[in-house]
Nanobody, 116 residues
Framework: QVQLVESGGGLVQAGGSLRLSCAAS????????FAWYRQAPGKQRELVAV???????NYAESAKGRFTISRDYAKNTVYLQMNSLKPEDTAVYSC??????????WGQGTQVIVSS
């Protein structure tokens, strides 16, 4: 089992920055990828960024050039640095962990609100 706890969300003005954290605990050795998703009110959940076990990253088009996903192995924490935030980035951001076998693990989410 893996537990994920997100933090770092909040209210920020357009153009500002936030850094989200996802602290992982439990059987983290089984995880081969972490990802950040977001879901805005009335919209489907969408993938924002993913980082694989070798550090390879991938981003949604909307996140490229503005967001950076990173992983601190020593702290078992995954980060999402978000710069140049826009009102359309407003959403609940959730962290997920993909194990070698079985279903993904999910955190409870953290709210990000970007005011115009």
């Amino acid at each position: 089992q893996v537990q994920l706890v997100e933090s770092g969300g909040g209210l920020v003005q357009a153009g500002g920055s936030l850094r989200l954290s996802c602290a992982a605990s439990g059987s983290t050795f089984s995880i081969n990828a972490f990802a950040w998703y977001r879901q805005a009110p009335g919209k489907q959940r969408e993938l924002v960024a993913v980082i694989g076990d070798g550090g390879r990253t991938n981003y949604a088009e909307s996140a490229k050039g503005r967001f950076t996903i990173s992983r601190d192995y020593a702290k078992n924490t995954v980060y999402l640095q978000m710069n140049s935030l826009k009102p359309e980035d407003t959403a609940v951001y959730s962290c997920s962990a993909s194990p070698d076998y079985g279903s993904d693990y999910w955190g409870q989410g953290t709210q990000v609100i970007v005011s115009s």
